[in-house]
């Protein structure tokens, strides 16, 4: 779809790293990309980290529910805790690319990328008492998986390896955007994506916009915070968006 987004102009809102795939991607659809990462990723080094790494042991199954989380997780020596015996679990295709990336094959993916799946499609979850579980989190991640658990009174351990920050820094170059570029879609990969265009846009909700959630999470959260005109794909993911868009368009023109 080389032209399917016709030149509009795209507002892309998550970390630099991430944004610049992102953009790649709208442009080869024929769209006018503009990166205003409104977060930074940090990975976490402290006292509890440090004695985790230390410690570290084999785990039978590992959970990762993002890139971010392997990224750290791995450069550090997350690798002390995977034997030939380990499964791990990625929420997505996107977070198991990054795996692979770094040598390592996923056992499971659920069909939709979000937690509650994860939960609802793991495999014989009764089995997991047997196991050594192992939950990859950030300082901003979701208590679905770690209720599951506890829930099925499965012991897990959880290490949080990265937090999400907002990219102050690009304050000015967001209101720069908004004011002098009109965008016309505006999209929002994860809650704090959601937070962070609040505190930056000091709480103003630009109504003349489409605004273009990843997933219903994402969605939800941004409904719950006041945003209207939004739209979600069907697979939640930046090319689930991208065809969501061009949806829009062909239809809205």
Same mark, same amino acid.
């Given at each position: 779809?080389?032209?399917?987004?016709?030149?509009?102009?795209?507002?892309?809102?998550? /970390?630099?790293? =991430?944004?610049?795939?992102?953009?790649?991607?709208?442009?080869?659809?024929?769209?006018? +990309?503009? !990166?205003?990462?409104?977060?930074?990723?940090?990975?976490?080094?402290?006292?509890?980290?440090? #004695?985790?790494?230390?410690? %570290?042991?084999?785990?039978?199954?590992?959970?990762?529910?993002?890139?971010?989380?392997?990224?750290?997780?791995?450069?550090?020596?997350?690798?002390?805790?995977?034997?030939?015996?380990?499964?791990?679990?990625?929420?997505?295709?996107?977070?198991?690319?990054?795996? !692979?990336?770094?040598?390592? #094959?996923?056992?499971?993916? +659920?069909?939709?990328?979000?937690? @509650?799946?994860?939960?609802? /499609?793991?495999?014989?979850?009764?089995?997991?008492?047997?196991? =050594?579980?192992?939950?990859?989190?950030?300082?901003?991640?979701?208590? *679905?998986?770690?209720?599951?658990?506890?829930?099925?009174?499965?012991? $897990?351990?959880?290490?949080?390896?990265?937090?999400?920050?907002?990219?102050? @820094?690009?304050?000015?170059?967001?209101?720069?955007?908004? %004011?002098? !570029?009109?965008?016309?879609?505006?999209? $929002?990969?994860?809650?704090?994506?959601?937070? %962070? $265009?609040?505190?930056?846009?000091?709480?103003?909700?630009? =109504?003349?916009?489409?605004? *273009?959630?990843?997933?219903?999470?994402?969605?939800?959260?941004? #409904? /719950?915070?006041?945003? /209207?005109?939004?739209?979600?794909?069907?697979? $939640?993911?930046?090319?689930?968006?991208?065809?969501?868009?061009?949806?829009?368009?062909?239809?809205?023109?």
């Amino acid at each position: 779809m080389p032209t399917a987004l016709h030149g509009k102009k795209i507002m892309i809102t998550r /970390e630099k790293k =991430q944004a610049t795939e992102f953009s790649e991607k709208v442009l080869q659809a024929g769209g006018n +990309p503009i !990166e205003v990462p409104l977060l930074k990723i940090s990975c976490i080094d402290n006292d509890t980290t440090r #004695q985790f790494f230390d410690e %570290a042991k084999p785990y039978n199954w590992i959970f990762f529910t993002s890139a971010n989380g392997v990224d750290c997780f791995l450069k550090r020596d997350g690798w002390k805790t995977i034997t030939e015996e380990t499964q791990l679990a990625a929420v997505g295709h996107k977070t198991a690319e990054k795996l !692979e990336d770094y040598g390592y #094959q996923v056992d499971f993916i +659920p069909s939709t990328y979000h937690a @509650e799946a994860m939960t609802n /499609e793991f495999p014989e979850p009764d089995r997991l008492h047997e196991s =050594q579980v192992l939950l990859i989190q950030g300082t901003k991640s979701r208590d *679905v998986l770690p209720n599951w658990l506890a829930d099925k009174d499965v012991p $897990f351990d959880t290490v949080v390896v990265y937090e999400s920050l907002f990219n102050y @820094e690009n304050r000015q170059k967001l209101s720069w955007v908004l %004011a002098k !570029e009109s965008p016309d879609f505006i999209t $929002f990969t994860s809650p704090s994506t959601v937070d %962070a $265009f609040l505190e930056m846009n000091e709480g103003t909700i630009e =109504q003349d916009c489409i605004y *273009v959630c990843i997933g219903t999470t994402t969605c939800n959260y941004a #409904q /719950e915070s006041g945003f /209207e005109n939004i739209l979600t794909p069907d697979e $939640f993911t930046i090319d689930g968006m991208i065809q969501c868009m061009s949806d829009y368009i062909a239809v809205k023109g």
